[in-house]
């Protein structure tokens, strides 16, 4: 597999993965309509949940950088660091993102922001002391190819059409069960009384599936900026280098968040990626085995 059909595969299937949640999304509408037997709270419910994801749409790198604690730099303040970034958005064609350092000692980084013109690099001290000049240059390429690649506005969509799903079923389970409106089982025909059962359970697990296409689109995204950074330095070899490095480090980071855990280059849950099936499942990064294998053979 080349560089190339390695990005366009994940492409398709990312785009794959986006396509089905939308129509997922309208089915739990339709459901929850069928149940309330009403129209007007679901469209209340999705109106509500773009209102607040407004929010989170325009301030969603503030809101990240303040939950890792990172700190800006100038070009002074670190000149290895900011030249690296600097020359890879020349290569790249990118405007300079503003680039902050994040006061842990895990060796890690995360890219962050609506768009190129807004957007943010973040390294931790910890990857800065364990990675040399081509290491480094890998990681900073495969963050700069999320945000070349339009990842990070993917992935607030992503957060909102979970949020969407979020709250259709907190209005669902809130008018269900005080009172709100009549459901459809109280028709008294055994048909009626076999979907809405259907439909309970199915708004019951919808989070969770909502969750599981979320990850999915994750681990994605992150074989896509592997292969786009990659192919920005020319050098494979560096960031597998650096992957190996990252996940062989057993440092913990004292902010790690469930919320933001997807938007860092390596899980900063460590020694929690390969316990079980179960927690691979719900895992927002691929194997780093995996990522570092598939690397080496983009080499060859």
Known sequence: MTLYTQAD?????????????FIFIIFIGWVISYYLDSYAILVIAVIWSVLTSFFSY????????ALAHAQPIEKPDNLELYRAVENLCITAGLPLPKIYIIPENQPNAFAAGRDPQHAIVAVTQGLLEILDKPELEGVIAHE???????????????????GIVVLLTDFFFRFSFFGGLRRRN???????????????????????????????ISRKREFLADASGALLTRYP????????????DPTPMRYANNSTAHLYISSPFKG??????????????????????ILREMSI
């Open 9 to 21: 595969s994940n492409i398709r299937k990312t785009w794959l993965y986006l396509g089905g949640f």
């Open 144 to 162: 700069l190819s999320h945000i070349g690649n339009k990842d990070t506005l993917l992935q607030t969509m992503i957060v909102v059409l979970v």
């Open 272 to 293: 929690k990626e390969s316990q079980s099936w179960l927690v691979k499942l719900f895992s927002t990064h691929p194997p780093v085995e995996e990522r570092i294998r």
């Open 237 to 248: 070899e560096g960031l597998a280098l650096a992957l190996e490095k990252i996940s062989q």
């Open 186 to 216: 109280d028709r008294n025909n055994q048909l009626g009384a076999i979907l809405a059962a259907i439909s309970l359970i199915f708004v019951i697990l919808a989070p969770l599936l909502a969750q599981l296409i979320k990850l999915a």
């Open 58 to 65: 325009w301030y969603s790198d503030k809101i990240v950088l």
